[in-house]
C-alpha cells in the first residue's frame, strides 16, 4: 500500500481525535517513520487498535455507567441538535417563502434577519454535531478498550 494512502486511512478512522492526540498522531505518521509503520502493522486498521490502546486511552477502567451515560449523551445530544438543525432550516424555508408569496406584511429587515438566523442555526447546529458526535465517540471506544470484563 501506498504510504499516503495508508496514512490517510489511519487519518480517517481516527477522526475523533481531539488536536493534542492529532499532533501527536502526525508526529508518529512522519514520513521518514511511515514505512517503518507500514512494514512492522501491515493493515492501518493494526495500527489503529495498537496507537490507541498505547498512546491515547493507556489503562484505566471504566464500568457498565461510563457505557450508559456515553450513550444516553449521545442520544440526548443528537435529539437537541436536530432540532437545532430542523428549527434553522424551517426559519430559513419561511423566510424565503415569505419573499416569493407574502402573506402577510413583514418588514424586509425582519425576513433577512430571520433568513440569515436560520442559516446561522444549520451552520451551528452541524459543526456542534461533529464535535459532539466526535466526543462520545471516543467514550465508546474507550469503553471498549478499558471495559471491566
Known amino acids: 500500500m501506498e504510504n499516503r494512502i495508508f496514512k490517510y486511512k489511519i487519518e480517517k478512522q481516527l477522526w475523533y481525535l481531539n488536536r493534542r ?10 514520513e521518514d517513520r511511515l514505512e517503518q509503520l507500514q512494514s512492522e502493522f501491515r493493515t492501518p486498521g493494526r495500527f ?3 496507537y490507541l490502546k498505547e498512546s ?4 484505566r477502567v471504566v464500568g457498565t455507567t461510563h457505557l450508559f451515560t456515553t450513550l444516553i449523551g449521545l442520544f440526548a445530544a443528537n435529539i437537541v441538535l436536530l432540532g437545532i438543525l430542523i428549527t434553522g ?4 424555508l419561511t423566510a424565503l417563502n415569505h419573499f416569493i408569496h407574502p402573506q402577510v406584511t413583514l418588514s424586509t429587515i425582519t425576513v433577512i434577519t430571520a433568513l440569515l438566523s436560520g442559516i446561522v442555526l444549520i ?4 459543526w456542534i454535531m461533529k464535535v459532539a458526535n466526535a466526543f462520545f465517540t471516543k467514550r465508546l471506544v474507550d469503553y471498549k478498550f478499558n471495559k471491566v470484563d
Do not use: D, R, Y
Open 56 to 59: 491515547v486511552f493507556k489503562s
Open 123 to 126: 451552520i451551528l447546529a452541524v
Open 21 to 30: 492526540e492529532k499532533a501527536k498522531l502526525a508526529e508518529v505518521l512522519s
Open 89 to 92: 432550516m424551517l426559519l430559513s
Open 48 to 50: 489503529v487498535t495498537v
